[in-house]
């Protein structure tokens, strides 16, 4: 999984009142409930309505501070109340013995908190940087800034990371990737659809400058100039659905080549300065962007290269700085561009703070307060039936020849699952965290990480590590590893509990472990081999034969207008992976079920009038109930991989074969609602 160079959060970020602190022991009551169901609605015409029409109504938009809400919110929510217990801990606890990495916790917690300070010192937590800037003569000087901003966290005119070498899992490689923009698509500087945005846009680039001493005339120019550079940057960028290609996003250069490829970039230098081993390789992502940039920085006078820098520096940390700042930075990407009308508490702001920089020190006590070892326990369990139920299903596929099955068998053999969080937590000796220093801390832990993960190119790939922290509410599929990863934060209501029944259980958190196993399978992950590496295994006839399956569900998903003013329709390729994943874990995790069912019959019972089958379809569309802020769905559509809660809450069930007998029809309805059936498993 390769990521850009690290930017600082760019939503969700001034702190307008006081902290809303609410009682921190909240019980999380977000399970299945027949209460969420609109039973008067027709499962078969609108199952979304069915399923969750009364949480619908008593949800009609987002709550003011935040621009969508779903069960990830709601259990997102409730983590961060126990979060906030830990902190405020660890950040009262003075004893001499008490854990270097809980002090760390506790000082970034209050040098967060401490606005008093934030406010006094204005811009100097980023003037150094600002005047490197500054001091600037020629395009070269300009150039040779390049690593020390990504350091920083400033992600000025491209994106670089450590990851592992797709083509050869065992080591790491260093990848250089487009970036340098500060909207979050190509889209929204190329298209008519954002006229509007775009102005706001340049109003707010001009603002910051204001805010930072520039004249009017001048920021209103400087935001011109900005606005072109990252128009140019936009214009060569790839599309979100063009990187989802791993063969072509995939380009490996020798180092001793690419001063001379891209001479005005220096990348020799580059990655010198970026702490990188003498390494005799680097992939370029998008050989055609960086050919752009070099061009870009060749043609653009020093001056105009400053205020593109100055820009990406005030808005690298508009987030964090006092709240004249974090006000104006809020107006433009939380309202205009999210949707959101109401800052959220600075408290729950600082810890997703913490748990991104420093996170697995945060997760450790997390884990250790409230982590059930029996959810780890339940959890393999279900994977241990979906697991089989996918060895089944591959075994007995009609398309699959047997030499693809075999392999295809050899994968899931070879999968790794972890569930809860890591066997050994990171190690941050060495970084260090101030209690009155909050840009510093993100500074610090920024270059860090850069710098710890920088310093592995080469080396073996450390397999025992997590890329989400234990309190995430979420999980992976590493197509690198071969692995599916469960935090600890998911395993709760509503994905999963333990007083459900088996059939709630598998309908949420076993469709979410059918998903994950199922991306080692979609259009993206079939790509990788059972070691983890970027290799064709498909005979060509099956490759055809999975490529036409993947198209009914590109066309399935692509017919969805989610959005009727601009008519937006959900991305069929751009989700396809996750849309797969979608449907084959629904799939997989209904046989599963019917494995557990059949080995316990006292479980084949109905519950408040529902069979198990009719909980499990219900229970999986009540995970993805949700409502969203007009914007946000906007920029959901151009930019996020998933498609919208309500297409993925019925799409996989309606197109699930078990539906037409949980739901069956009555006398003269159609089979299913009007859409095609689709599909890959």
């Known amino acids: 999984m390769v990521t850009a160079q690290k930017e600082r959060p760019k939503t969700e970020d001034v702190p307008v009142e006081k902290d809303d602190i609410q009682n921190q022991k909240t019980k999380n009551n977000a399970g299945f409930s027949t209460k969420y169901m609109d039973e008067k609605a027709n499962p078969r015409s609108d199952f979304y309505e069915y399923a969750d029409g009364k949480w619908l109504k008593e949800h009609p938009k987002p709550p003011k501070d935040k621009p969508s809400w779903d069960t990830f919110s709601e259990l997102s929510d409730y983590n961060l109340k126990q979060l906030h217990e830990i902190v405020d801990e660890c950040a009262a606890d003075k004893s001499a013995q008490r854990d270097p990495q809980a002090q760390m916790v506790g000082d970034f917690y209050k040098s967060a908190m401490d606005t008093k300070r934030i406010e006094r010192l204005k811009f100097t937590p980023i003037e150094d940087i600002w005047q490197s800037v500054s001091g600037a003569k020629t395009t070269a000087d300009i150039v040779n800034l390049i690593p020390k901003l990504h350091m920083a966290g400033v992600g000025a005119f491209f994106g670089s990371g450590a990851s592992i070498d797709d083509k050869d899992s065992s080591t790491y490689a260093f990848y250089l990737m487009q970036g340098g923009l500060s909207l979050p698509d190509k889209e929204y500087y190329l298209s008519k659809n954002f006229d509007k945005l775009r102005s706001d846009y340049r109003e707010h680039i001009a603002k910051m400058f204001m805010l930072k001493g520039v004249s009017d005339k001048q920021a209103h120019q400087w935001a011109d100039t900005v606005l072109r550079i990252e128009t140019d940057i ?3 960028s790839r599309s979100k659905t063009d990187l ?5 996003n995939y380009n490996r250069l020798d180092t001793s080549q690419l001063d001379g490829k891209y001479g005005t970039l220096e990348l020799s230098r580059y990655l010198n300065q970026m702490g990188v081993p003498s390494t005799q390789y680097v992939v370029v992502g998008q050989p055609e962007f960086f050919d752009a940039m070099n061009a870009e920085l060749s043609k653009l006078s020093v ?10 520096i005030i808005h690298a940390y508009a987030s964090s700085l006092h709240k004249a700042v974090e006000k104006e930075n809020f107006s433009m990407f939380g309202v205009k561009l999210n949707g959101q009308q109401k800052q959220r508490a600075r408290w729950k702001r600082a810890i997703r703070t913490i748990d991104g920089e420093i996170g697995e020190a945060l997760g450790k006590i997390y884990v250790d307060k409230h982590f059930d070892a029996n959810a780890r326990k339940e959890a393999n369990e279900m994977v241990g039936d979906i697991l089989a139920a996918l060895r089944d299903k591959i075994k007995t596929l009609p398309w699959m020849s047997p030499a693809t099955q075999q392999k295809a068998l050899d994968k899931l053999d070879k999968l790794t ?3 809860g969080s890591p066997a050994t937590f990171r190690d941050y000796s060495g970084l260090s965290i101030s209690p009155k220093d909050y840009v510093g ?4 832990s920024i270059e860090f990480e850069i710098r710890r993960e920088n310093s592995r190119i080469g080396k073996t790939v ?5 890329d989400m922290t234990p309190p995430t509410v979420n999980a992976y599929y590493s197509p690198n590893l071969n692995e599916i990863v469960f935090p600890a934060g998911i395993l709760q209501p509503p994905f999963f509990d333990a007083a459900a029944d088996p059939a709630v259980n598998y309908g949420a958190i076993g469709a979410v472990i059918g998903h994950e196993i199922t991306h080692g399978f979609d259009d993206q992950g079939r ?11 498909w005979t060509p006839d099956d490759a055809k034969k999975f490529d036409e399956r993947a198209k009914t569900v590109v066309n399935a998903y692509g017919s969805q207008e989610a959005v009727s003013n601009p008519k937006t329709f959900v991305n069929g390729e751009l989700t396809l992976g996750e849309n797969i994943a979608d449907m084959g874990g629904v799939k997989i995790a209904y046989d599963a079920l019917q494995r557990r069912l059949a080995k316990d019959p006292s479980l084949n019972k109905e519950i408040d009038g529902l069979t198990p089958e009719q909980r499990f379809f219900i229970a999986y569309a009540q995970v993805w109930r949700e409502v969203i802020a007009k914007e946000a769905l906007i920029k959901d559509l151009i930019n996020d991989p998933h498609s919208p809660g309500k297409y993925r809450a019925t799409i996989p069930v309606i197109n699930h074969p078990g539906f037409d007998k949980a739901f069956p029809p009555k006398p003269g309805e159609t089979v299913t609602p009007d859409i095609d059936k689709a599909g890959v498993w």
């Not at 989802?244 to 072509?248: C, L, N, S």
């Not at 450390?462 to 997590?466: A, F, I, K, M, P």
């Open 234 to 236: 936009a214009q060569v």
């Open 244 to 248: 989802r290609d791993p063969y072509k």
């Open 303 to 312: 001056d105009q290269l400053k205020v593109y820098l100055y820009w990406k």
């Open 417 to 419: 699952v972890k569930i």
């Open 441 to 444: 801390n993100l500074r610090r």
């Open 462 to 466: 450390d397999r025992s590590e997590w």
């Open 527 to 537: 790509q990788y081999d059972a070691n983890g590496n970027l290799q064709d295994w």
